[in-house]
């Protein structure tokens, strides 16, 4: 069974930064292509970067340029470095399939990150 344990969020003034870890577990991670996701309050679930199983990444316009997504297959691991915060990117932050559905798929708990002075 998947398992998917994302932290690294916090509290964070606007213009700092802020590393998010997801530790996969259950599945043979070095094959899937992966994402981070996030759902503001009031708001749908977003996908804001993803990368392939062989490192090609994509990103969301409005982390173009400030987000990096990252992995290492050896530990099972996927990141996102986040830098130039900005208020509106205060959401949970959910490491998934790119193409995971709320309600259809497995999610973990997420990490909050709030930006905020």
């Known amino acids: 069974v998947q398992h998917f344990v994302e932290s690294g969020g916090g509290l964070v003034q606007p213009g700092g930064s802020l590393r998010l870890s997801c530790v996969a577990s259950g599945i043979i991670f070095s094959i899937y292509d992966m994402a981070w996701h996030r759902q503001a309050p009031g708001k749908q679930r977003e996908l804001v970067a993803r990368?392939?199983?062989?490192?090609?990444?994509m990103y969301a316009d409005s982390v173009t340029g400030r987000f990096t997504i990252s992995r290492d297959n050896a530990k099972n691991t996927m990141y996102l470095q986040m830098n130039s915060l900005k208020p509106e990117d205060t959401a949970v932050y959910y490491c998934n399939y790119p193409g995971a559905q709320q309600g259809t798929h497995y999610w973990g708990q997420g990490t909050q990150v709030t930006v905020s002075s």
């Open positions: 990368i392939t199983n062989r490192g090609t990444t």
